[in-house]
């Protein structure tokens, strides 16, 4: 039995654009819905639905579909640790240390 999940207009907007990404992906590819749901592992009906955005379907497979259109790199960056504040400090420090010009 499926859970009805109660999302905000924003996060509506997000998976649907995000479904709609992944069609326009599978299209570029030239793949129908059919051979890239199997590649996935997932039915015919469950890749409509996250073409659809709907957020019922599981993260696993939407990473196998990114993994398959080679953007696993992006979901790397959604939660990544941040940087520490002393290399944040050393890094503004090189950007912002200027040579001087020799006297002439």
């Known amino acids: 039995m499926q859970t009805m999940i109660s999302l ?3 996060e509506n ?3 649907h654009s995000l479904g709609e990404r992944l ?3 599978r ?3 030239n793949d129908r819905q059919g051979d890239f749901a199997a ?3 997932v039915s015919i009906p469950t890749y409509r639905k996250m073409e659809a955005g709907d957020p019922c379907v599981a993260l696993g497979y939407w990473i196998r579909a990114l993994r398959l259109l080679d953007q696993l790199g992006g979901v790397e ?3 990544a640790p941040p940087a520490s504040v002393f290399a ?3 890094q503004q420090s090189t950007v912002t ?3 001087r010009a020799p006297r002439r």
């Open 8 to 10: 905000t207009v924003l």
């Open 27 to 29: 299209l570029r590819r």
């Open 13 to 15: 907007e997000a998976l």
């Open 77 to 79: 960056k959604l939660l």
């Open 23 to 25: 069609a326009a992906a």
């Open 39 to 41: 590649r996935i592992g």
């Open 97 to 99: 240390r200027r040579q």
């Open 88 to 90: 944040q400090l050393e």
